[in-house]
């Protein structure tokens, strides 16, 4: 089925701009640009201002980068096991409703952990050591897979995540779209 397509007028310096971000991301113009647009699209049928979003996400890099990370406010001062299996068992549900990828919310989850994050092509491993807070936020990390029906194995220091196969699927999709678009500019 072939697509419709209209002509989209940018000033010339943001095109070449956004050819250069494209290239150094492995990908065409064209799929950068619909990749962009459908995130836009998303955020805004979802209620958020996408200008808005990518403002808070660039605040949100400075942060991490001076330590902050993301962690539910009911788990302030309350880093109990049991509490932390039902906050992450709710947010997994929530997610899952949702339909938010569980993968995408692992990597932002763990992005920055002070623990050891092994990522394979068929699953994420969590280290840390037993009353770290990096154990609580890697045991919230599995509660919320486990939610989402992911195979979570938890032993006291190591929690293995298989992911599922669609993403792996569409990692491969992805990559092999990416291998495609740089053959076309050779």
């Known amino acids: ?9 940018l000033d010339e310096d943001i095109i070449n701009k956004l050819k250069e971000i494209a290239i150094k991301r492995g990908t065409t113009l064209s799929n950068y640009l619909r990749n ?3 995130e836009v699209i998303d955020l805004e049928e979802r209620g958020y201002f996408a200008p808005k979003a990518l403002r ?9 980068s001076l330590g902050f990370i993301y962690i539910p406010k009911d788990l302030i001062g ?15 549900v929530v997610l899952k409703e949702l339909k938010v990828s569980v ?3 692992i990597e932002l989850l763990t992005m ?4 050891s994050v092994i990522t394979e092509s068929n699953k994420v491993i969590l ?7 990096e154990y609580y936020l890697n045991k919230l990390v599995a509660e919320i897979a486990k939610a989402t029906g992911l195979n979570v194995n938890d032993t006291s220091t190591l929690i293995s995540i298989e992911l599922p196969e669609e993403t792996l699927k569409l990692k491969l999709k992805e990559f092999e779209r990416r291998r495609g678009g740089r053959r076309r500019r050779r």
């Open 127 to 133: 280290i840390a050591m037993p009353g770290t807070v």
């Open 56 to 64: 808070e996400k660039k605040f949100e890099y400075i942060l991490n």
């Open 78 to 92: 309350n880093l109990r096991s049991d509490y932390i299996e039902r906050v992450g068992s709710k947010l997994g």
């Open 1 to 9: 089925m072939v697509l419709q397509r209209k002509t989209l007028a």
């Open 112 to 115: 920055h952990s002070q623990g």
């Open 36 to 38: 962009l647009f459908s």
């Open 103 to 105: 993968v995408d919310v």
